[in-house]
């Protein structure tokens, strides 16, 4: 079974160790990178070309990229995934990639209580957001992310074109808190760390709850952020380890890369046994 890794240029100690182990658990790995890519049309339909090659089927694709390129994933995935098992669709890209509907799928779940604003700068109404209280997040709904702490009104004020800086919406949310923690989220296991990445044993509660978020948004893999509220504060599709001690690093990625294995020959099992169902229907039908 063969994996390609579509990544960025710029490796990190993560997407080499990341690399290493898939090359121990996989046939043959193939590491892509997404600025490197172009959409042809090719034999009547479009494709994705690679230097001066079109590239063909693999049995996985793992998208390992920062969210600056999600937008560039949600046209090249579909092309790529037509026909193998990747596992992420460009819905996972959008909501990780778009925090008030990550918050607000989040609150209409009941697993956040944070009050958010969504408005246009120009629109924005100061008294309104006075009345969720200080300190307040202030961040930009688009590709480019700024993120701000307004601790008061003359602050507020200020900062709301500032963080807008383009036609996308401001963001205001209630403080969340400060960032205590990472959650690794690999199929059924968690993998809680400090910000030093020092493991942890989570408790049965935040074990559940995670999880339970993690099924709700459809994310087989994530990273999340948490509070010191107790907060789930961002979610990431791609893990960053280069600070973790390598014994957690390796450990975490070589549990990812053997339930993709194990998802994948799932994916592709059913995806054979459906395809003889559908062809001896056919016979007995003719």
Known sequence: MNICILGTEKKT????????IAQKVFDSVFYLPIEGVRIVKCDGDFAVQYRKEVLEHFDVILPWLPKSKYDLANVVLPIMTSKTYCPFSVENFFLASNRFLFLRHLITQGYDKRNIYLADAKSSSIEHIESMGFPVVLSSV???KKRMVAYSTSELKGMIDMVKGSDSPVL?????GEKDSY???VGKNIY??????KLSVPSPELSSEILDIASALKFPFAMFNLT??????DIKLKFYLSNAPE????????????TLKDEATLYHTSKVAFSITQTIRRFFKK
């Open 13 to 20: 100690d993560t997407e080499v160790e990341l690399i290493n």
């Open 142 to 144: 688009g590709s480019v």
């Open 172 to 176: 205001v949310e209630e403080y969340p």
């Open 183 to 185: 959650c690794f989220v």
């Open 192 to 197: 809680l760390t400090d910000l030093k990445y």
């Open 228 to 233: 010191n509220k107790g907060l789930v504060d």
């Open 247 to 258: 014994k957690i690093c390796s450990r975490i990625l070589q549990v990812l890369l053997e």
